[in-house]
Nanobody
Framework: QVQLVESGGGLVQAGGSLRLSCAASGRTFNRHAMGWFRQAHEKEREFVAGIRSVGLTYYAASVKGRFTISRDNAKNTVYLQMNSLKPEDTAVYYC??????????????????WGQGTQVTVSS
């Protein structure tokens, strides 16, 4: 059974940093694209960052230059380093894996498995 478990969320002041982790289990994902999405209160879920199996990365314009996605295939884990956080980054953050491709998409339906989410709150 495939499971994705996020951790590392919390409350931080504007300008601060957090590092999210997503540990995958049930099978190996080193050949698959992985991504991070977020959903703010009463808003649609949106793409944040994605990473190819070979490590190439993609970012939403709103986080480019502040967030860094990375992966450790040996640990079956993907990370999201978030720096210079802003109140508008407040959301539940989800990791996801796309089983059918090594290239991360920016749409929900590009991904097959999702974690339960971790809350990130940035105070002003």
């Amino acid at each position: 059974q495939v499971q994705l478990v996020e951790s590392g969320g919390g409350l931080v002041q504007a300008g601060g940093s957090l590092r999210l982790s997503c540990a995958a289990s049930g099978r190996t994902f080193n050949r698959h694209a992985m991504g991070w999405f977020r959903q703010a209160h009463e808003k649609e879920r949106e793409f944040v960052a994605g990473i190819r199996s070979v490590g190439l990365t993609y970012y939403a314009a709103s986080v480019k230059g502040r967030f860094t996605i990375s992966r450790d295939n040996a640990k079956n884990t993907v990370y999201l380093q978030m720096n210079s956080l802003k109140p508008e980054d407040t959301a539940v953050y989800y990791c996801a894996v796309a089983m059918g491709t090594a290239i991360p998409g920016e749409r929900d339906w590009d991904y097959d498995y999702w974690g339960q989410g971790t809350q990130v709150t940035v105070s002003s």
